[in-house]
């Protein structure tokens, strides 16, 4: 084996643990962006799609989770601190952690709620950014 099939095994390597690299290169690295979807056109795209669609419907309904989880991790963690503190830059710092502590929280309550550990959800929202290119695409012709 010379140093140029070792070279092509380690680009091989990398290209496959980078894959998801991928997605942001689809998604971010266009040069005319694509136009905002709405969510009637997500609804569409879930009604359309057997598989993906109800994927994404769960995808996005985890958001809740998240969101909720971020103000009871805020106004819970910035309250203790603001009884027992009263410094403005602890109460602030506080909030902050809460909110990231409890959306990570209800986003792990999400997964399981929604079972997503058993969805491929960059494969779901990459098959959207597919469906709404080809859409979009079909109406400018």
Do not use: C
Not at 34 to 50: G, Q
Not at 51 to 71: C, D, N, T
Not at 79 to 92: D, I, L, N, R
């Amino acid at each position: 084996m010379g140093i140029g099939e070792h070279f092509e095994g380690v680009k091989r390597h990398w290209e496959r643990n980078l894959s998801f690299l991928d997605y942001f290169k689809k998604v971010y690295g266009r040069a005319e962006p694509l136009p905002k979807w709405s969510d009637a056109d997500v609804e569409e795209f879930i009604t359309s799609d057997p598989v993906y669609g109800p994927q994404l419907k769960a995808i996005r309904e985890s958001r809740k989770f998240a969101l909720g989880g971020a103000l009871v991790g805020a106004a819970h963690l910035g309250g203790v601190a603001f009884k027992y503190s009263k410094a403005p830059h602890g109460v602030v710092l506080a909030t902050g952690f809460g909110a990231i502590t409890g959306a990570v929280l209800g986003a792990e309550v999400a997964e399981h709620w929604y079972q997503l550990y058993k969805v491929d959800k960059q494969g779901a929202n990459l098959r959207f950014i597919y469906w709404w290119e080809d859409k979009v695409s079909g109406q400018k012709s």
